[in-house]
C-alpha cells in the first residue's frame, strides 16, 4: 500500500509539472496577443483622434471661408490634419497586415512548442510507469 501511495505522489508532482508547463505556454501566448492587440487599439484610437481633428478642421475652414479671415491658415491647418489622418491609415493598415502574419506565426510556434513538451512529459511518464513496473516483478 504505502508503494502505491508512493507512486501516486511521483505521478501527482509530474501531471502539476506538465500542468504548470501548460498553462506557462498558454500564458505566454496570451501575453503576445494581448500587447499586439493593445497596439492596436491604441492605432486605432490615435487615428479616430485623427479623424476628429480632421473634421474639425474642416468645419473651421468653412467658418473661415463664411467670415473671409484666416482661409489660408485654416486651408494649412485642415491639409496638415488630412495629411496626419492618412498617414495613420496607411500605417493602420500596414500594422493590421503584419498583425494577422505575426499572429498565425506566433500561434503555430506556440503550439509547435506545446507539442514538443506535451511528447516529452508523455516519454516521462512512460518512462515511469516503465520503472515501476520493473520494480514491481
Known amino acids: 500500500l504505502e508503494k502505491y501511495d508512493e507512486v501516486f505522489e511521483k505521478l501527482r508532482k509530474l501531471e502539476d509539472r506538465v500542468a504548470s508547463d501548460q498553462e506557462l505556454k498558454l500564458t505566454e501566448l496570451l501575453r503576445y496577443y494581448t500587447r499586439d492587440i493593445q497596439a492596436a487599439k491604441d492605432l486605432l484610437y490615435r487615428r479616430a483622434r485623427a479623424l476628429a481633428d480632421n473634421e ?63 511528447i516529452k512529459h508523455a516519454k516521462v511518464r512512460w518512462l515511469k510507469c516503465c520503472v515501476f513496473s520493473f520494480k514491481r516483478n
Not at 59 to 65: C, S
Not at 68 to 73: E, F, P, S
Not at 74 to 98: I, P, R, V, Y
Open 56 to 118: 474639425n478642421s474642416n468645419k473651421a475652414l468653412d467658418k473661415a471661408r463664411l467670415k473671409g479671415k484666416d482661409i489660408a491658415q485654416a486651408e494649412e491647418n485642415q491639409k496638415q490634419c488630412l495629411q496626419k489622418f492618412d498617414k495613420l491609415s496607411e500605417s493602420g493598415k500596414k500594422e493590421l497586415t503584419s498583425f494577422k502574419a505575426r499572429r498565425v506565426v506566433a500561434f503555430r510556434k506556440n503550439l509547435i512548442e506545446m507539442t514538443e513538451l506535451e
